[in-house]
């Protein structure tokens, strides 16, 4: 076993310690109500679902170092598996023997990596290749985990680590698509805007937006960091207490419209509403509006804004909420407003007794 799978079974281990005495979370994760085998083969299909409706030479862009191309993710989280799991059974054989060097990413201790900035360039494997490496994996894994009763709580717990990081792949493989996309000038659609009934993005809706308003929250001291057996990042944890003051939040989250008008009132070029380092970045990069935000005119008068979304290029929708921020641009938006950013604490705060809602994945909804 490598010392990187050493490290997190370490991990895994010490939380489980921390969590013996611990109340059980209701919701901790999905694959509690349903088999180890079923969670693996939902979650290993839905990447695959993801790029169903992409061109075979959309897998392979890399607009930039930070982003990775769809046919990567689609392999290194295969990897995952083969690396962390299969390769530590009897008699395993892996698939390619170059796969570990290409397809391994920060976790210095497997080995040598190829370079990052690099990876849009590997035209081979191809993506039916890279298809058949994740079969071949999934068969092995699936193997095992039909003796599911024979698997060590170590192979059990990596099993689980695996779906997990597979599903933050899911998350990155659509973030980055939608960067790679936004460089052509066609702006391909990755997939047609879906909406629930009556939730349609409409300019003629703006004065349905919920009032702004800010909802108390009182202070003391109060828990943070998970709690429960179920899966968590060791980020969560340890679970810990910390003093919060009272705060104000707001009851909704900020909109297009209301974005607008930051930058219509020279949001970008005043550096009093941003922190040093980033009004740095705005002057470097020539920063005007939030990323994937253009503005047009036909006749120069009245210029529209428009935004590339993964359901295509078209009017920004004055009544969602403003998305591909950063940092610096929400404290500025912030600052300019008169108010502050809440902090990690206060949000767990307010967001605790929340019901989780949103634009999620299950939705298929990709205005973001
Ligand atoms: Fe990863």
Redesign the pocket.
Known sequence: MTSTAEDLLQSLRQQSRENKNSDIEQGAGAHITESLSHYYQRVRQQSLKLCSDLEIEDFQLQADAFVSPTKWHLA??SW?FETFILKTTPDYQAFHPQFEYLFN??YNAVGKQYPRDKRGLMSRPTVQEVKAYRQYVDQKLMALLETEKDLTPEQTDLIVLGLN?EQ??QELMLTDLKYNLSFNPLYPIYAKAKFPKGQAPDSKQNDSIEPLEFIEFGGGIYNFGRKGTGFRFDNETPRHQSLVNDFRLANRLTTNKEFCQFIDAGGYQDPQYWLADGWSWVQKNNVTAPLYWQLESEDQQQPQRYEFRLTGYGQLHPQQPVTHVSFYEADAYARWAGKRLPSEYEWEVASKKREIKGLLLSLKVFIR
Do not use: K
């Open positions: 290194h989280t995952f990413s920060y990081h933050q792949h």
